[in-house]
């Protein structure tokens, strides 16, 4: 595995590859923990990882130098997956001092026994000269905690962005040019949406500062490093941080009888015009990882349930719980869904949508027990209706956007 990223820059992290839940994020191709080593007059080692791979980490560091001889232990983010192994790291390295963001100090005090670390708290624009080399801190708060921050080394042109352009994908190449590239932009795609949606804000100020940087290789601390599409990564991430639709009708659906599969379907028709990519998700026969990502670049969802004890079918609520959390912008919604002998279904859903500030292109389709031909061409209008609303809003899409790598 080629794990040298400049001359005395190193990899030293570790392969998840049997994980498939990270805290409720399905991640089919497993994890990594990105750690780094600068080795120069001093030694600055960037990121930890989870604590039970601590001791992998240090077998990659004492191949390359003596523990001793490690002076800088960097925490870019405080999250257990970069820092819970911190505390077996700093027992075995008796010169190191932790250096984070102020606020990653108390965080840290909660999980780990800090009283006996020494410790450096850095803001923006602090360095630290390692000799040949520099470290220069950038804090980037909600980036994806409060005390997170970016670390750059000047003269390599090098951004430590942890989280930030992250990718759950375990490889055993280290590097963007070495991985299929529509398999990393999809993992890249997914873990936008999933982990740093919510902080779009923040990313969009935090892409500004990286705007003022030369940058020719990232390395997140998650899946491989950006050498050869760093321009492109960052143009995805700037689509991303507005939800910039593309031209994409989704429709989620769960259903009881298949009555509001049946709508589903015929919505799924109607949106189904040139130029429009329209998909339908059972989302029972999904799961909400990939659905918050189909969800991110959608200029349409309209979102579909049956009507369970007098409110929507039970996994559409967890669907719809999640999204309201992550936040996703700028997309119309259409709520539609069969009843029996109470209402609930559609009703639910349509004030889940409301509540999340999405545009209702118009009232919600709700039909007692089973569609007749006439609700399913009601149906197939309100598709194209949303395929027609897709089709406006994405043109507006700026050109030159590296749109082929933007999945
Ligand atoms: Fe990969 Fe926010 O931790």
Redesign the pocket.
Known sequence: METVLRDNIDWVGHVDWTLRDFHSYQTDRGVTYNAYLIRDEKTALIDTVKAPFADDLLTRVAALTPLERVDYVICN?A?P??AGGLSTVLKALPKATLVGAAKAMPTLARYHDTSRWKTRAVSTGDEIRLGRRTLRFIETPMV??PE?MFTYVPEDELLFS??AF?QHYASSQRFDDQAPLCILMDEAKTYYAN?IMPYARQVAATLETVAGLRINMIAP??GVVWRRFVREIIGCYQNWVQCRPKPKVLVLYDSMWENTGRMAAAIHEGASKPGVAAHLIHIRRSNLTRIAAEVLDAAAVAVGSSTLNQGMMPMMGAVLTYLKGLRPANKAGLAFGAYGWSKGGPETVEAAIKAMKWELLREMIAVPYSPDASTLAECREAGARLADHALRVAAGRKAGENLCVDP
């Open positions: 983010h999250e997956d970069h994806h905690w997170s942890m989280d992250g982990i601390s998650h």
